[in-house]
């Protein structure tokens, strides 16, 4: 079964989990999200479900240490977000504005439920697209891990968060929205959000979301803010799809602070990765990026904006 090891030289959380070996891949004839199937059945518009080949689980054995590795038990629980009951569409951006919402509205819930997990310390929710990416399912779904650690990126942005708060008295965060909207890296502005292509992309088309209003978890948005996050997703998820002519693999990230503690110097985000260079080749994350933690980047920020905003002119607008 799973554990969790920590690596002694970085800090990094690694989830060993070797029954995931045994997901189906790729399936043809066959699909577990679609209605009918012998864990969904009829009747619903926005499903989640239990991740049948899960990285964490509450039955989870103590971890096996030796006193000097650091190991934690693999608790929490690991969950697939059926964003539609419909198969063949491509996109999370081809739902219709309310049924995004109606997803966000789903992980928000769900998201409350852990909080009241005291083993659970961390809810990650992101999502995959694209085969050329390794997505095992096509349907469209999120996933959401609820991790007993937090993870060393959003660790890192925490303490950068908490040493300028501690210094300036001010969100780093809410700095870096001021700046980026007034930047021509600004892609949309609504009432409650913005998004923008930060002025330290890492990726070729990388989007960054941000409620306006300082907040740290995804269970203090209300609903208003939560029907535009829907709105400008849609938009920024299209603009990424026409962006250079064929549909684009991205991973997008929810950013925010821990289940427990206070960390009210931190300011949850969206992170979206569109992974195709201008050229519409796919951008790889190799030895200098994965291995050493400096990423290149075959374009600028500020042309990925241009074309995003391009992009943007022919899709839905976001917010009224
Ligand atoms: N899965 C599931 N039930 C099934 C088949 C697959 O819960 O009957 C899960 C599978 O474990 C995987 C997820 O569905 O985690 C599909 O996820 P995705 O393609 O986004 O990426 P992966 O997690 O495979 O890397
Ligand atoms: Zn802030
Ligand atoms: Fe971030």
Not at 57 to 80: H, I, K, N, W
Request: proline letters at 8%; aromatic letters at 10%; a neutral charge.
């Amino acid at each position: 079964m799973s554990e969790v090891r920590r690596d002694p030289t970085t800090g990094d959380w690694i989830v060993v989990a070797p029954r995931r070996l045994e997901r189906p891949w790729q399936p043809e004839s066959f699909c577990p999200f679609d209605p009918g199937a012998p864990e969904t059945g009829y009747g619903w518009d926005v499903l989640i479900l239990p991740n049948r080949y899960p990285v964490v689980s509450p039955e989870a054995p103590a971890p096996q240490t030796d006193g000097f590795y650091e190991a934690v038990r693999a608790y929490g629980r690991a969950l697939v977000v059926v964003e539609t009951p419909e198969h063949n569409l491509d996109d999370l951006s081809d739902l219709p504005r309310e049924q995004i919402e109606r997803v966000l509205r789903m992980v928000r819930d769900e998201m409350a439920r852990a909080a009241s997990d005291p083993g659970v310390l961390y809810f990650l929710y992101f999502r995959n697209k694209g085969r050329e990416i390794g997505v095992s399912l096509t349907h469209p779904h999120g996933q959401i891990y609820e991790l007993p650690v937090v993870p060393e990126r959003v660790a890192r942005e925490l303490e950068r968060a908490e040493e300028y708060w501690r210094g300036r008295g001010r969100c780093l965060h809410c700095d870096v929205v001021a700046r980026e909207s007034a930047s021509g890296r600004a892609l949309l502005r609504g009432a409650y959000w913005a998004a923008f292509v930060p002025y330290y992309a890492r990726w070729p088309h990388e989007v960054h979301v941000y409620p306006l209003r300082h907040v740290q978890l995804l269970t203090q948005l209300g609903d208003g803010e939560l029907a535009e996050l829907a709105g400008v997703l849609k938009a920024v998820l299209c603009a990424l799809k026409n962006a250079v002519g064929k549909p684009m693999p991205y991973m997008m990230v929810l950013h925010q602070a821990p289940l427990r503690g206070d960390h009210r110097y931190y300011h949850l985000h969206f992170e979206i990765y569109g992974m195709y260079r201008p050229d519409g080749r796919l951008k790889y994350a190799a030895s200098a990026e994965t291995g050493a933690g400096i990423y290149t980047l075959d374009t600028t920020p500020e042309d990925a904006a241009e074309r995003l905003k391009k992009a943007l002119a022919s899709c839905p607008r976001g917010i009224s």
